[in-house]
């Protein structure tokens, strides 16, 4: 009942995206939408789009609940007989279908953003093109990836064997940092939001002077560590009032931070741009940000260095390059938040490849083992720190689906 409904309101409303454009040669149609949860570190939700002739495209969404009914019930209906090469314009017919129903930002926004994902995998397969190549091509041969060593016990296990700290102690820090520089990653970033094992009121958004303290002890210990071998960053988690984030960013001022992400709430863009006005650190926010228009106050209001659209949260491939776009005349710079399986990561190394202002991608699963085995390959897809942008057509990438289906999460 409802794709009927969801089909003529597509339909009535978006007329003209549903108005498949001639072509001379054969063309292709989609046949089915499919999806399956891997049980990673997250809940990876890997999306499939197959066309009548056994072409098969591979997206992922951003972990969210309510993404596969979305796709299989909603979106697969809305889909089913067109063109998968008409990526824009199925695009704005998957919007319009949603329409009212979180096709502006939310679950909506991240289903759309994975089937879009994998709409462009499909078309480089039906063309014989990479994705960087129907982007416009690329301008790097290579992407930096930055290590989110996280906090806590996900930090001390990804750490070298036989460095066993106390958990979210500054040593602990030093030592986790240590371990991702020498496996050849230039940026490292850490949780800083953590406890202290100190009793606080964490609901008022504030922190008194000892814990500020402690976290500028962490602060300390691993920029001391490091030295000038990479860059180091922060996450805060947008945990913090103005008063305590400017106190906290006011006192690592002096340790060279690469940028403090997420220092306040995601809702005011004002106020993290009064925020980054009053400190003397680079901020970096956008994570929680859907489409180019969640971006616009963020980059016209000049005040954030650095932007992180997740791209199978924010609309997908073709949106963050659009956002990339917008922020380049502003001269603000991507850095894309990714926590995702190897999928979404190539998927961002390919908007990372075609624009000027993007400076790397996070990678946020070194604690599982079983990472770089979702994929069929002879080398590694993250070396020294950076992933080379697959020349083969599509994202460029094979999944191991006996992999897949040995972390598959019911």
Known sequence: MY?????????????????????DGPTVSIADLSTVVVDGNFPWTIVTVETEDGTVGVGE??????VHEIITDYLQPVLEGENPTDVERLYNLMRASLSGRGSQQGVGTIAISGVEI??????????????????????????????????????????QEGQEQETYQPEAYAQAARAAVDDGFDVVKFDLDVPSGRSQNRK???????????????????????????????????????????????AIEGYGLAWVEDPLPPENADAMTALANRVD?????GENCYGRHGFRDLIEGQGVSFLAPDVPKVGGIAE????????ETYYQTLVPHNIGSPVATVATAHVGATVPNFYGLEYHAREVPWWEDLLVQEVPLIQDGRIEIPDSPGLGIELDWDAVEAHRKE
Not at 5 to 23: H, K, Q
Request: net charge negative; proline share 5%; hydrophobic share 40%.
């Open 3 to 23: 794709e009927d409904f969801a089909s003529d309101l597509a339909v009535t409303m978006w007329a003209d995206f549903d108005e498949t454009p001639a072509r």
């Open 61 to 66: 969404c951003y972990p969210s609940p309510g």
């Open 118 to 159: 994998a709409l462009w995998d499909l078309t480089g397969k039906l063309l014989d093109q990479p994705v960087y190549q129907l982007l416009g091509g690329k301008m790097r041969e290579s992407v930096l990836v930055y290590a989110d060593c996280h906090a806590g016990e996900a930090m001390v296990s990804s750490a």
């Open 204 to 250: 008022s958004r504030h922190f008194d002077g000892p814990e500020i303290e402690h976290k500028r002890d962490i602060v300390a210990a691993v920029t001391e560590e490091i030295g000038d071998d990479a860059e180091v960053a922060v996450d805060l988690h947008w945990n913090f009032s103005p008063e305590t984030a400017t106190r906290l960013c006011r």
């Open 281 to 285: 650190v680079p901020i970096l926010t």
């Open 320 to 327: 963050t390059k659009k956002i990339a776009d917008m922020a």
